[in-house]
């Protein structure tokens, strides 16, 4: 095990900020953090200035719609990277074919579809070590 892996199996709490100005896809992404990764402290930005201000405080995980209303995506993935440049994200979208790989930063961890529940659970799993559900 690597020492950033060990690092996180030994947090206990982990503290997540979701940038989603969608509350149903929140609420989801919310459940199935809380279902995998508890306990848990979630944040959430819906807008640029929610997003800057939430930037402030470090975070051990950052999963991101790509595609919000008053954000251009590059900006969007530029501003998480020069503020929180170790800390992994996690981007969703509903259509990822669209999404300019040139556009994304090495915290990058993972690209997934919205609503690829299975995807998400995968990357969270493999991120934090997690042992799969019985």
Do not use: W
């Amino acid at each position: 095990m690597s020492n950033s892996q060990q690092a996180r199996a030994k947090k206990s709490v982990i503290n997540v900020l979701v940038v989603e100005d969608n509350d149903t896809d929140f609420l989801l992404i919310q459940r199935k953090l809380l279902k995998l990764l508890t306990p848990t402290i979630i944040d959430r930005a819906t807008n640029r200035n929610e997003l800057h201000v939430a930037l402030l405080a470090a975070r051990d995980l950052i999963v991101t719609d790509y595609h919000l209303a008053d954000i251009e995506e590059r900006e969007l993935i530029t501003a998480i990277h020069a503020a929180q440049p170790a800390t992994p994200c996690l981007i969703l979208s509903g259509s990822i074919d669209h999404i300019d790989a040139r556009d994304l930063q090495e915290n990058v961890i993972a690209v997934i579809e919205k609503g690829d529940s299975a995807a998400l659970e995968k990357a969270l799993r493999d991120y934090f070590d997690e042992p799969a559900a019985p």
